[in-house]
């Protein structure tokens, strides 16, 4: 089965910790060992493993990938939100985390964050726990 949450974002451009959500959905699934494929099915929003104990890291991150891709730019893309597509592109949609007695297997500063690019908007997330001895 898979795990699909909805995280609400409340910005434009916003890096959300979404770790609790996803070590839920490891717990539920019972599973002890393993790995957690994390995917987010959007062209705009992305997830990306980072640090999570200073909210500055992810407002430097946001503040550069802006940089790279300025929201008023000039691009081929005429719906407005190229810079978004960009970006989502550049940070990934998919994360694959290790298990281990039941839990996700990060550093100790490390969280999952969705990264939406053009928000603010409900985005899914889907989570497929994988059994592996
Ligand atoms: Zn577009």
Redesign the pocket.
Known sequence: MIHRLEIATSSRAQMVDVTREVQRAVSESGVQEGFCHIYVPH??AGIAINENADPSVAQDILAVLEKIAPRGGSYR?L?G??D??IKASIVGSSETVLIEGGKLVLGTWQGLFLCEFDGPRRRRLLVKVVEAA
């Open positions: 062209t705009t893309h719906e939100n190229a978004s597509h």
